[in-house]
């Protein structure tokens, strides 16, 4: 079973708006990572935050974390169009990364 | 190029045919990682391999399915008697440490 969850689903915003998706998840984690896939494409690694910290910045991307909720969010600042992807949290439990169902982002130029 | 490869990129083949997808991870990468994805959904982990070891497989691994990692450099995917369920996009990763790098996928079409 996978062990995240995105929500929202779908999400489409205008250019220039902020996007913020949320990740739940169900075990104890020693980091959470952010992954981001354009159509068709392969997985691209945005940003890894630590249990032990709780929010973390990354140029336009600001990702927090509350270990007591089990739950993360990305956000994207003044969005582009060049944003428009799909956006899947991931925890690396023993040898294996468990991605969420991923949450489907159009930003309308 | 220092990135991963996969190759083919996309495949069609008939139901009950054999495929075999290669990738080529990062050369100083020791852990080699294959996932499944269908559309709309995340990718699904399949197999693990730390250099030429295969340490995990899925059960999604059905004994249809081979991955192998000779000299723990390059891995293959091998699919016998295809299905049109295995038609998927077919995922590689590798990594160092706690960050995966993802090749750009084979996509796998089964008529």
């Known amino acids: 079973s996978q062990q995240g969850e995105e929500d929202p689903q779908a999400l489409s915003i205008q250019e220039g708006e902020n996007a913020t998706m949320n990740c739940s998840y169900k075990?104890?984690?020693?980091?959470l990572q952010w992954y981001r896939q354009n159509s068709g494409r392969g997985l691209v690694h945005l940003i890894l935050?630590?249990?032990?910290?709780r929010e973390k910045h990354s140029g336009r991307l600001r990702v927090t974390l509350d270990t007591s909720k089990k739950s993360s969010s990305l956000l994207i600042t003044a969005s582009r169009a060049a944003d428009t992807a799909s956006y899947f949290c991931?925890?690396?439990?023993?040898?294996?990364?468990?991605f969420g169902t991923g949450t489907s982002l159009t930003v309308i130029p | 190029d220092t990135g991963v490869s996969q190759d083919p990129r996309h495949k069609i083949t008939k139901r009950g045919q054999n495929v075999t997808f290669r990738c080529d991870p990062i050369?100083?990468?020791?852990?080699l990682y294959w996932y499944r994805q269908t559309l709309g959904q995340g990718p699904e982990f399949l197999t693990y391999f730390q250099n030429e070891a295969q340490l995990e497989k899925s059960r999604l691994l059905s004994d249809r399915f081979s991955a192998e990692r000779p000299k723990g450099s390059f891995s293959t995917l091998e699919i016998q008697r295809t299905e049109q369920g295995d038609s998927a996009m077919y995922l590689c990763?590798?990594?160092?440490?706690?960050?995966?790098?993802f090749g750009p996928g084979t996509r796998l079409t089964v008529t």
């Open positions: 991931a925890i690396l439990t023993g040898n294996q990364f468990y």
């Open positions: 935050i630590r249990s032990n910290e």
């Open positions: 050369s100083e990468h020791n852990r």
């Open positions: 990763a590798s990594s160092l440490g706690p960050i995966a790098v």
């Open positions: 075990t104890s984690i020693n980091n």
